[in-house]
Each structure stands twice: as structure tokens, then as C-alpha cells.
């Protein structure tokens, strides 16, 4: 596709269950990042990826958080044991490079109940 | 740190009315900013960016760095424009994208 995708677009879990998000980026983007959108909060930086590293993992809110990239391109974020206050918009983006546009994919709402 | 801030969480005005939306940024000598804007139910998409120096759906963006903001503004808003908008900036020689909390604009008719 040519935008950025992620999926799933809504999950409910349980509290206390693990779960995998995941974000393709637009082909080529090198740099892709993670945010969590809840009412009230904005936009949260979670951490971002230039290719596979992640040079910034200061905004993960726990232990609990995780992310990885493989081949430059697919990236997924975990979230272990998870909370109710884990439930908000997880929004995935990527970008050129600096100074560039990032493109939002349209989020995975998660629902912890 | 680096920081961005959008004082206001909700701006009403009236279609016709001008508008400016704040942005404050914490001092790194250049900063590179960005407005981005989410209308109801579809994704965040880029607005503008200072270093085009465009005007975009009549929106521009000013950096003043006296004053460390980059305000948004509109002369005459449109019921369209309302949308929740995030001021945004690059964390200096990085590629880290960090956003505000964001500002509700309601554009009543």
C-alpha cells in the first residue's frame, strides 16, 4: 500500500494479557515512530527507529513496553501484561528523514478491560 | 528537554473569525517545527512546516524566536477548520518528532 498501516485497528484485551502491535511504514522510510494518543494527553512519543535501532527509548512508560524493527521496514510494539491504563490510540509513523513529512498510519485503538 | 506547548486544550470561535492557535517551544537555536492536524476520523497529516514558509488552506506559521513561538493563524476560519491541531519539532540533531498536547478548534457556524 502506499500509506502506512497498522494493524489491528481495534483490540480488546484483558488485563494482564500480552499484545502485539504492529506498523509497516511507507516503503523506503527510514525513520519510524511510535505515539500514544489518549484524551487528554496529546500525543505521547513512545520511541522512534532510524532503520533498525532505536537511538531513543526514553518515552516507553514501563518495563512493561517494548519495540523492535526488522529489515528496516516492519516494527511492532508489545506491550506485556498489560494495564487499564494501557487503553488509548497507539499511532504508527514514518518519515525520509530529517526535516521531512511523517506519515501517521490511522492507529490501533486498545481496550484493556 | 526539549519541549513544545499548546497552551490552550479548546478554541471556539465563529466561522469568519481569525483565529491563532499557540505554540510555544523551549530555546535550541534552530528548531525545525512542524503543525500537523487530525480532522474527525482520519489520520494526522502534516499542516505545515516552518522552513516552507507556505500558506496552507490560508493557515501560516510564523517562528519568532524573540518570543520562542511558532503561532498558527488564520485570518477567517472556515467551519472545515475544525480539527484538533499539535505543533510539533524535531529534537535538535535527531530525527526524534515530539508534539504538544494539542488544541481542539471548534469553528461554529
Known amino acids: 500500500g502506499a500509506g502506512v498501516s497498522q494493524s489491528p485497528s481495534n483490540k480488546v484485551t484483558e488485563k494482564g494479557k500480552d499484545v502485539e502491535l504492529r506498523c509497516d511504514p511507507i516503503?523506503?522510510?527510514?525513520?519510524l515512530y511510535w505515539y500514544r494518543q489518549s484524551l487528554g494527553q496529546g500525543l505521547e512519543f513512545l520511541i522512534y527507529f532510524q532503520g533498525n535501532s532505536a537511538p531513543d527509548k526514553s518515552g516507553l512508560p514501563s518495563d512493561r513496553f517494548s519495540a523492535e524493527r526488522t529489515g528496516g521496514s516492519v516494527s511492532t510494539l508489545t506491550i506485556q501484561r498489560t494495564q487499564q491504563e494501557d487503553s488509548a490510540v497507539y499511532l504508527c509513523?514514518?518519515?525520509?528523514?530529517?526535516?521531512?513529512?511523517?506519515?501517521f498510519g490511522q492507529g490501533t485503538r486498545l481496550t484493556v478491560v | 528537554a526539549q519541549r513544545v506547548t499548546q497552551p490552550e486544550k479548546l478554541l471556539s470561535v465563529f466561522k469568519g473569525a481569525p483565529v491563532e492557535l499557540k505554540c510555544n517551544y523551549s530555546y535550541s537555536g534552530s528548531p525545525e517545527l512542524f503543525w500537523y492536524v487530525q480532522y474527525s476520523r482520519q489520520r494526522l497529516q502534516l499542516l505545515l512546516r516552518h522552513i516552507s514558509r507556505e500558506s496552507i488552506k490560508g493557515f501560516t506559521a510564523d517562528l519568532n524566536k524573540g518570543e520562542t513561538s511558532f503561532h498558527l493563524k488564520k485570518p477567517f476560519a472556515q467551519e472545515e477548520d475544525s480539527a484538533m491541531y499539535y505543533c510539533?519539532?524535531?529534537?535538535?540533531?535527531?530525527?526524534?518528532?515530539?508534539f504538544g498536547t494539542g488544541t481542539r478548534l471548534q469553528v461554529f457556524p
Open positions: 510539533a519539532r524535531k529534537v535538535y540533531n535527531t530525527d526524534k518528532l515530539i
Open positions: 509513523a514514518s518519515s525520509v528523514g530529517p526535516l521531512t513529512e511523517a506519515f
Open positions: 516503503s523506503g522510510h527510514t525513520a
